[in-house]
């Protein structure tokens, strides 16, 4: 998961801490572990730096700072449920820290808890939605069928990110098609197709969109043939011609890009059913 917020050094920390009365060698001692617990989860020791948090946790467990640091490497490192307990311990402190509410809610998520997830999110400050949490809040609108609400969190979100989210396109391009609205779809992958250029992945997907939602199979062609001649050609790419090439009728020429498919996988599911109906194809016509 990623990590929400920004950790204050120095004597920051401790305003985390609800206990004024601590001791000063106490005090030294949970900025000790704080400390190396910091350095060892930005080296990506995050085994120690749980040891280093739980020590410091101990001396005072109140420490909202602490708490955050610990709930997030125990998420990391596939506790949930002691995440979600820690996490929940800072909203008993702050019932409004906006790291601790975003958290639970992408954890929640993750698990399926959409009603608690949605809970937690929409306790989230609207300016300080990030874009996985607009992403699970789209997702979450879409399965309880609040089409318009998932149109916009989707929307923001994709339009926030700067990395490939295929689940965030898949729902969207299918909000946007289910609406009728194929001159909108057309655009906005023809739009955020300057972002992922390079992307693999978005360009399988542009071009799939492209022939079987918009039955603009030349376009798909074109679009894949310059990602090969702009990036790399791959077994993907070539895979995908080939189904491009069966839907346009071009049956010799998809026959021509299974060819170019590696032995190592020929074995994929769809290399499999485009080669049999090709062979069905070839069948029919002897």
């Known amino acids: 998961m990623k990590k929400w917020g920004i950790i204050f050094l120095g004597f920051l ?4 801490c609800s206990n004024q009365d601590i001791k000063k060698t106490s005090l030294e ?8 617990g910091m350095s060892f989860y930005h080296k990506g020791n995050v085994t120690e ?10 001396i005072n467990k109140n420490n909202i700072i602490v708490l955050r640091e610990l709930a997030l490497v125990q998420y990391e490192l596939g506790d949930s449920k002691e995440s979600i307990k820690n996490y929940k ?9 906006e790291i601790a509410l975003k ?7 993750s698990q399926g808890n959409y009603f608690e997830s949605e809970k937690y999110l929409k306790s989230v400050e609207k300016n300080l939605h990030g874009t996985q949490t607009l992403k699970a809040l789209g ?18 979100s994709i339009t926030m990110n700067n990395i490939y989210d295929e689940e965030m396109f898949v729902v969207y391009s299918q909000i946007l098609f289910d609406k009728k609205e194929k001159e909108a779809l057309y655009y906005f992958l023809k739009n955020e197709y300057n972002k992922y250029l390079t992307d693999k992945n978005f360009n399988l997907f542009y071009a799939r ?23 790399e050609a791959t077994d993907e790419i070539y895979l995908m011609l080939g189904y491009i090439y069966y839907e346009m009728g071009l049956y010799s020429q998809s026959s021509l890009m ?6 190592s996988n020929i074995d994929n599911k769809d290399y499999i059913i485009l080669q049999k109906k090709l062979s069905e194809i070839r069948e029919l016509n002897y």
């Open 139 to 156: 997702l979450i609108m879409y399965k309880k069928g609040n089409i318009q609400e998932a149109q916009n969190y989707l929307k923001r």
């Open 258 to 263: 299974l060819k170019l498919i590696s032995n």
């Open 209 to 231: 969109v492209l022939g079987e939602k918009l039955d603009a199979w030349e376009k798909s062609e074109l679009i894949l043939k310059k990602y090969i001649i702009e990036t």
């Open 29 to 36: 001692k949970e900025e000790y572990y704080i400390l190396r």
């Open 103 to 109: 958290n639970l809610g992408i954890i929640m998520f």
């Open 13 to 16: 920390i401790f305003q985390g």
């Open 89 to 97: 311990k800072v909203l008993e402190l702050d019932k409004h820290d």
């Open 49 to 58: 730096a749980l040891k280093n948090y739980e020590k410091a946790n101990s």
